[in-house]
């Protein structure tokens, strides 16, 4: 069942769900809640261009340079790596999924590639992968909600919550 905005308050206040820092209720729509960008982004490291790369022996964490920056510009076909401003803590069960925001997606920017799952019992950021179809290039600013998190219970809790079990969560 997919929390409404009335769930997602309940279950703030019961410490079921947790941001940090707090969000501003102007973040909460009818059925999910607006994510915004940290002044933090990773793009692919120059030396990787035109290269073949092969992914069983290079980790994605080596492939990247890391930016901090309160804006980046993102040219046609570029994609970059982005965290978001709010560490979502989830109850173990409780899950998100993530999106993009239909009035970035209208301007060809895709906010996630494939791993739009915050799983049940996770205490971390969200890393979103964020890259411009458009056939112009465009700027990123930190505080900008390009995201959004649309909650899920599931029907047992985790036995396994991602902040206790996932490799990479930990981190994050």
Same mark, same amino acid.
Request: net charge positive; glycine share 8%.
């Given at each position: %069942? !997919? ?13 079921? /769900?947790?941001?940090?820092?707090? *969000?501003?209720?102007?973040? /909460? ?19 990787? =261009?035109?290269? @073949? *790369?092969?992914?069983?022996? @290079? ?7 890391? !930016?901090?920056?309160?804006? /980046? @510009? ?13 560490? /979502? ?5 409780? %899950?998100?999924?993530? =999106? ?6 209208? %301007? ?9 799952? @915050? ?9 979103? =992968? ?13 505080? %900008? ?8 219970? *599931? ?12 490799? !990479?969560?930990?981190?994050?």
């Amino acid at each position: %069942m !997919i929390l409404s905005d009335k769930d997602i308050i309940d279950e703030i206040k019961a410490g079921r /769900i947790v941001f940090s820092p707090k *969000i501003g209720k102007e973040q /909460i729509g009818g059925a999910s809640v607006d994510l915004t960008l940290a002044p933090r982004f990773w793009k692919f490291k120059p030396s990787y =261009e035109g290269k @073949v *790369i092969d992914l069983k022996r @290079v980790h994605f964490s080596q492939s990247f340079d890391e !930016i901090k920056a309160r804006s /980046i @510009v993102l040219h046609p076909g570029e994609l970059c790596l982005a965290i978001t401003r709010e560490k /979502i803590k989830l109850a173990p069960d409780i %899950m998100g999924n993530l =999106e993009g925001r239909s009035r970035y997606a209208r %301007m060809g920017l895709a906010v996630h590639i494939t791993s739009a799952l @915050v799983q049940p019992g996770s205490d971390n950021h969200q890393v979103l =992968e964020v890259v411009n179809f458009a056939p112009f290039a465009v700027k990123l600013h930190a505080g %900008m909600r390009i995201s959004q998190v649309v909650f899920e219970y *599931i029907r047992t809790p985790t036995s396994q919550p991602y902040a206790k079990y996932g490799k !990479i969560a930990r981190g994050q």
